[in-house]
Structure formats: structure tokens, C-alpha cells
């Protein structure tokens, strides 16, 4: 069945494909938007994952950080975010949790013993937005190469000693420089390592890239509505700009002149656009195209929604849970524990304890509860485990490493606090515990994410090198492939990656620059 033609058809509903849709709808193009689900969204979801239990959870993604301000305005999205009211609290797992540090204000660096370390650890982040800030802009604009970018950051000593830090060298060695307290650098550390299987001294420089982009958008924020209302939010946006969304397409075949080919309710259907944006991994489109797949990085993450009667006691008896909640909750995040976890993981081994870190969406956006369970003091927490690389669960019982996984972020939980999780567990209707756990093997069969990476691939740095080409529209702005008529809108973009709208944004900018 073949259908009209149109000027863009975008391949995958999540945020980025939504962003894309809206833009380009808002300029006067025909864009039809592919999503296999039956919904939009991707990854940026809410969902009520528990049978019976009236909370709405974001089930994949967790917090916004990227998403520029400048995108939400143009497009006219009802985007709300709230401010969480503390940085993060660390247990110190030396005690059992019975002191930790909290980044406030307060900030209690003297509690863990690292009083002398505060002045450093300030000093860091202030270097960083010395590159960060003046990064951030560029984003939104065609790839800079990385001498312009230096130039662009390096204007005096101090901002060229930043780059270098941050840019040129492992990232290991300026927090080793900064700070000596094991737990502070540990904290410094993690932001390094989310969604990367990485040591901090790589020569590599994945883990410099990691940290760059956990950075560079200032505060990670609670959406209002959770993850659903951010893409919804979207989603409403294209189409009051005129864009055309279809769930429950599943595009089997794509085309480099601009061919696409899906399935809706069994029947094939095909679609032909001058240009067709994917908002799918590189290694999903080769399989589309019917070409090799790339070489890509897995994923290195496990997420553990959990619902709870009340937020737990903790050994600390100097913070209350509400503040070491209000943040991020790193457990067993230490500097060496780090390290230790990366060569268990290496080696084929869950970690132990294994590294995670804890969001308490309930606490800055109550309104994801129904009433009673707000009038009863029930909270959501999000685990997120680090060093649980593909390779711990690919080729095994998807089951029964799911359930191993699990009670290793629980243990790690169970380290530092004052009363075992499962006992403040809310059940659902069925009478089963309110825990939900999704791995790399989770992401990469239900939302098509490449071996569970949630960048779609490794991540790359915000600037182009030197000598790429950059003779293109889809080239200057990061989003090219192969064939001129097909470029990537999603995480897969040179500065994909996280709940930003970006990759969606730079795709639209270039259909409009080569149009």
C-alpha cells in the first residue's frame, strides 16, 4: 500500500524524534513520525509498573539535565521541572553508613573526615564550568571543531588548564589532584561512569566524555508528570504544529532514497520523503538499510524502580532521610570501590557490593502518587547500578540475571541503611512486592537500544575533529550518514545522548538548512 508523499518521515517517537517533528512541522514540512510502539516516547516514559498501585513511575530515564530551555520555548512544550532540594548524601560505607557526606547546603565534608578536601572539591566543579559553560551554547549550533572549541574555552591560563583537565587528559588525575578522601573523590567520580563501563584513568577518555556531558547542562532536574509528561509535552507540540504521529508502525526496510517501509496492524505500508530521520541506534539503521552493523559500545547499567511505604531510617543519625533523599544517594561509590567493582565486572563477575546511586522522584514531584498514597507517606526510589556491563547478562537466563542483579543493588542498599528495603515494600494487587528491574538486555529487547546502551553507542565529544569534513548541513550539525537523504535525530547524533531534545533539534536544523 503505498501512501503520499511527504518531505520528512522520522523513524522512532521518542523525545528526540517528537523535538525534530516540531520543529520541522513548525517550518511548513510534511513530517510523519514511525513509532512501533503504541506509544511515544522511547525511553522518556512513565508508567504505572505495578498492578494496581496508582503511582507513575519513570521507567527508563530519570532526570533532565540536557534539555535546553531555548527548545521548550521555541516549540511551546508545557515542559515543568523541579529543583531537588539537596546535591547527593554518601553513606560512608567505612561505617556502615552511620556518618556520610552531604552536598547541601549544608555540606557536611568534615563528618566523613574530609574537611580539608571541601575547598578542593569546590574548586573543581568552578574549573569545569570554565569549559561547561561556554561549551553549552554551542550545542544548538553546527559542530565547532575542536581547535575553535579550544579557542572558544581557552582564554586565559586557568580555562586552558580546565580544557586540558577535562579534555587531554584522564579525568582521574585532576579528582586525584583536587581532593584525597576516598568517598569525595568517589562522589566526583560517578558522574564519569553512568551508562559507561570504564576505568577513571582510560587513555581512552570515554569516562572524560561521560563526566563532559553530565555537566555541561548545570542541574539535573525532576520532571513534573515524570518522563511521560516531558514527551508528551512534545508529542503535543508536533502535532498542533501539523506533524503526523503513527503508533504501532514497525518500519522493517528503509531505503537510501528515501524509501521507508512499515507495517501497521499487519498490513505493509510504505512511505517516501526527501529526507528520513531516525531516531533509532546506528547499529538498528544498518539493519534497516540491510548493511553491516558498526562496531558499537554496550551498555554498562542496571535501574530498579522501587515503591515504598515510607523512606528508610538510616544509621546517620546527624541527617534526616528526607534530606539524603532529596538528592542523589550514592551507595558504595567509593573511589577504590569503584575501582574494585570495574575489575569484578572485567572479570565476569557482578560486583560486591555493587556501586549505586539512589533518586527519589516523590520527594520534588509528589504528584506521580495518587492522594492516598501521598497521605500515607509512600515515596518512589530509583536505583541505578554502575559496572553491570552487557556482557554480565547477554547469553543468560534473562530471568534469572535479572533476579541476581537485583538483590546485589538491594544488598548494596542494605549496607548502609538502618532497616532491610524489602520490609518497606509496597505490594500490588497481586500481593507482589512493588520492585521493577530493568538491564541492559531489558533496554536492548523492549526499546531496541544496541546492546542496552542508553546513549545508542558510545558517546562522542561535543566537537568535530579538526579534519572531518564538515562540507554537508548534516555534517556540520553532527547528524550525518552514510546516504545524504538519511540522518540520525536521536542519541546516536555526535551530541546524542540524555533527555535533551539536541540530536532532534541539530537533525531539524540541517533538513532546513539543505532543503
Same mark, same amino acid.
Not at 582564554?155 to 589532584?177: F, K, N, Q, R, V
Not at 531516531?279 to 551498555?299: D, F, Q
Given at each position: 500500500m503505498a501512501e503520499r508523499a511527504h518531505d520528512v518521515v522520522i523513524v522512532g517517537g521518542g523525545h528526540n524524534g517528537l523535538t525534530a517533528a516540531a520543529y520541522l512541522a513548525r517550518a511548513g514540512l510534511r513530517v510523519t513520525v514511525l513509532e512501533r510502539q503504541d506509544h511515544v516516547g522511547g525511553a522518556a516514559?512513565?508508567?504505572?509498573?505495578?498492578?494496581?498501585?496508582? +503511582?507513575? *513511575?519513570?521507567?527508563?530515564?530519570?532526570? =533532565?539535565?540536557?534539555?535546553?530551555?531555548?527548545?521548550?520555548?521555541?516549540?511551546? #512544550?508545557?515542559?515543568?521541572?523541579? /529543583?531537588?532540594?539537596?546535591?547527593?548524601?554518601?553513606?560512608?560505607?567505612?561505617?556502615?553508613?552511620?556518618?556520610? *557526606?552531604?552536598?547541601?547546603?549544608?555540606?557536611?565534608?568534615?563528618?566523613?573526615?574530609?574537611?580539608?578536601? %571541601?575547598?578542593?572539591?569546590?574548586?573543581?566543579?568552578?574549573?569545569?564550568?570554565?569549559?561547561? %559553560? &561556554?561549551?553549552?551554547?554551542? @550545542?544548538?549550533?553546527?559542530?565547532?571543531?575542536?581547535?575553535?572549541?579550544? &579557542?572558544?574555552? #581557552?582564554?586565559?591560563?586557568?580555562?586552558?588548564?580546565?580544557?586540558?583537565?577535562?579534555?587531554?587528559?584522564?579525568?582521574?588525575?585532576?579528582?586525584?589532584?583536587?581532593?584525597?578522601?576516598?568517598?569525595?573523590?568517589? =562522589?566526583?567520580?560517578?558522574? #564519569?561512569?553512568?551508562?559507561?563501563? #570504564?576505568?577513571?584513568?582510560?587513555?581512552?577518555?570515554?569516562?572524560?566524555?561521560? *563526566?563532559?556531558?553530565?555537566?555541561?547542562?548545570?542541574?539535573?532536574?525532576?520532571?513534573?508528570?515524570?518522563?511521560?509528561?516531558?514527551?508528551?509535552?512534545?508529542?503535543?507540540?508536533?502535532?498542533?504544529?501539523?506533524? %503526523?504521529? =503513527?503508533?504501532? +508502525?514497525?518500519?522493517? /526496510?528503509?531505503?537510501?532514497?528515501?524509501?521507508?517501509h512499515y507495517r501497521v496492524d499487519g498490513q505493509s505500508r510504505s512511505a517516501h520523503a526527501r529526507f528520513?530521520?531516525?531516531?533509532?541506534?546506528?547499529?538498528?539503521?544498518?539493519?534497516?538499510?540491510? %548493511?553491516?552493523?558498526?562496531?558499537? +559500545?554496550?551498555?554498562?547499567?542496571?535501574? =530498579?524502580?522501587?515503591? @515504598?511505604?515510607?523512606?528508610p531510617r538510616l544509621h546517620d543519625q546527624t541527617v534526616a532521610p528526607e534530606q539524603a533523599f532529596g538528592g542523589t544517594f550514592h551507595i558504595n561509590e567509593t573511589w577504590s570501590q569503584l575501582d574494585t567493582a570495574y575489575t569484578r565486572a572485567a572479570d565476569g563477575a557482578i560486583p560486591d557490593p555493587l556501586p549505586c546511586e539512589i533518586y527519589c522522584h516523590s520527594l520534588s514531584d509528589p504528584s506521580i502518587l495518587s492522594p492516598q498514597l501521598r497521605a500515607a507517606g509512600a515515596q518512589t526510589l530509583t536505583v541505578f547500578g554502575l559496572h553491570t556491563p552487557h556482557a554480565l547478562v547477554s547469553g543468560r537466563d534473562p530471568d534469572q540475571i535479572r533476579e541476581q542483579l537485583t538483590e546485589a543493588a538491594l544488598a548494596s542498599l542494605n549496607s548502609v541503611l538502618a532497616e532491610p528495603i524489602q520490609e518497606l515494600l509496597l505490594t500490588d494487587r497481586d500481593g507482589r512486592p512493588c520492585v521493577e528491574t530493568k538491564t541492559t538486555a531489558d533496554l536492548e529487547g523492549t526499546l531496541a537500544m544496541t546492546a542496552g546502551n542508553i546513549f545508542h553507542g558510545g558517546l562522542s565529544w561535543p566537537f568535530a575533529d579538526d579534519d572531518d569534513p564538515l562540507d554537508t548541513p548534516a555534517r556540520q550539525w553532527g547528524v550525518a550518514t552514510d546516504h545524504e537523504r538519511i540522518l540520525l535525530c536521536g542519541s546516536g547524533s555526535r551530541r546524542g545522548g540524555a533527555v535533551s531534545g539536541i540530536g532532534g533539534h541539530n537533525a531539524a536544523m540541517a533538513v532546513l538548512a539543505g532543503r
Open positions: 516514559v512513565s508508567a504505572r509498573a505495578f498492578a494496581g498501585v496508582d +503511582a507513575r *513511575l519513570s521507567r527508563y530515564s530519570y532526570l =533532565v539535565s540536557l534539555l535546553p530551555t531555548r527548545i521548550v520555548e521555541d516549540l511551546g #512544550a508545557d515542559v515543568r521541572l523541579a /529543583r531537588r532540594k539537596f546535591s547527593s548524601y554518601t553513606p560512608d560505607p567505612a561505617t556502615g553508613g552511620r556518618r556520610g *557526606l552531604l552536598i547541601g547546603p549544608p555540606s557536611t565534608f568534615a563528618a566523613v573526615g574530609a574537611a580539608a578536601d %571541601e575547598a578542593g572539591f569546590d574548586l573543581f566543579y568552578q574549573r569545569t564550568r570554565l569549559v561547561t %559553560e &561556554r561549551l553549552w551554547p554551542t @550545542l544548538l549550533q553546527p559542530l565547532p571543531t575542536r581547535a575553535a572549541a579550544r &579557542r572558544l574555552v #581557552a582564554e586565559d591560563p586557568d580555562s586552558a588548564a580546565a580544557w586540558h583537565a577535562l579534555i587531554e587528559e584522564p579525568i582521574g588525575t585532576a579528582i586525584t589532584a583536587a581532593v584525597r578522601n576516598d568517598l569525595v573523590r568517589g =562522589v566526583m567520580a560517578t558522574d #564519569a561512569l553512568i551508562g559507561t563501563f #570504564a576505568r577513571l584513568d582510560e587513555q581512552s577518555l570515554t569516562q572524560n566524555i561521560c *563526566l563532559l556531558y553530565h555537566l555541561i547542562g548545570g542541574d539535573w532536574d525532576v520532571p513534573i508528570g515524570g518522563m511521560g509528561a516531558v514527551t508528551g509535552a512534545l508529542a503535543a507540540a508536533a502535532t498542533d504544529h501539523g506533524a %503526523e504521529i =503513527v503508533t504501532g +508502525a514497525d518500519v522493517y /526496510r528503509v531505503h537510501p532514497d528515501g524509501s521507508v528520513v530521520l531516525v531516531n533509532v541506534t546506528p547499529t538498528v539503521l544498518a539493519g534497516l538499510l540491510g %548493511e553491516p552493523a558498526p562496531v558499537s +559500545a554496550p551498555g554498562a547499567q542496571l535501574k =530498579v524502580n522501587l515503591l @515504598l511505604k515510607r523512606l
